[in-house]
């Protein structure tokens, strides 16, 4: 098998020796700048907010910076995930991240929504200006994904099949609507759902790997999955499940929460390759899984 990369200068090497264009990363971050400086702040407090000693914002770097080092990574297509924690926020957020994507043929147009009135009006708008993947946040919003409110968004996106990279797991914190029962009463609803469970679920990775099972649109993104940062505590993974992350080979994504992640991008690839999958596995969460996802030509 082919050697992990060692820092950032060795992941083109990575992905070449695997045989691949690039990587596919659904879960990257690009927000308005006021807003972007309100989240590293409240990563700047993770000893009163997550109770970590430090979560250091490895790429705290200007935009343009930024999108610099996702080229020089190989990063060929990424979201930008815009979230909203209150209502009135999600279609100016939707506004910038149409404007963002615009010039930018790496960037896959995101948008979100909010449990409000309006939101079934602003998600279909933002499918119809070129929308290509949703982002919820459960417990940054505070909200219930099977609030009636959103009946007639989730009912679009189903029909759509747009993906929708969604926070539902209880880590790093854990919310009033947070975890697998909120997921699987929505799932019933609207079983066809194309949903992105990011962060594998964390930590209840079983219950989610479960619904992955079950639900043929069920996807799970690798964002900060199995890294040394995530490992350590409650949020480590159960190494008796690999047998089953391995038979959902084509229904996990690479993602990364880049940029406002406490170590070097090339550590999410080296903690993926640890996991010891198989080279075929490594090449279709990297790049198959995504590409197809969305529709990529090589």
């Known amino acids: 098998m082919i050697a992990a990369p060692v820092d950032d200068a060795d992941v083109p090497r990575y992905w070449r020796e695997l045989g691949l ?49 996702l080229e020089r990574l190989g990063v060929r297509a990424f979201s930008t995930l815009p979230y909203p924690h209150k209502p009135g926020m999600a279609a100016w957020l939707n506004e910038w991240s149409h404007d963002f994507a615009q010039g930018r043929p790496r960037v896959l147009q995101s948008a979100t929504f909010y449990p409000e009135p309006e939101a079934a009006g602003y998600v279909a708008d933002a499918l119809d200006r070129g929308a290509r993947v949703f982002k ?4 940054v919003g505070a909200f219930d994904p099977r609030d009636r409110l959103l009946d007639d968004v989730w009912a679009r ?29 929505l799932l019933q609803r609207f079983p066809r759902l194309q949903l992105v469970i990011a962060h ?4 209840e990775y079983g219950e989610f790997l479960d619904l992955a099972e079950r ?28 047998p089953r992350l391995s038979d959902l080979r084509g229904k996990v994504l690479l993602g990364s929460d880049f940029p406002s992640i ?37």
């Open 21 to 69: 264009p690039g990587l596919v990363d659904v879960h990257v971050h690009f927000l308005p700048e006021r807003v972007q400086e309100k989240v590293w702040e409240y990563f700047g407090r993770a000893r009163d907010n997550y109770g970590t000693a430090s979560w250091p914002i490895t790429y705290r770097l200007p935009v343009d910076e930024r999108l610099a080092v």
């Open 157 to 185: 996106l189903e029909e759509t099949g747009t993906p929708v990279v969604i926070h539902c797991g209880s880590g790093p914190l854990a919310g009033e609507h947070t975890g697998p029962e909120p997921m699987a009463g």
């Open 262 to 298: 406490p170590y070097a991008y090339a550590h999410q690839l080296e903690a993926l390759h640890r996991l010891e999958l198989g080279e075929d596995w490594l090449r279709a969460v990297l790049w198959e899984n995504g590409a197809r996802l969305f529709g990529l030509e090589t």
């Open 215 to 242: 639900y043929e649109r069920v996807h799970l993104d690798t964002t900060m999955f199995a890294t040394d940062f995530t490992e350590r505590g409650r949020n480590a993974f159960d190494r008796a499940q690999l």
């Open 200 to 203: 594998l679920g964390m930590p």
């Open 136 to 139: 919820v946040h459960v417990q």
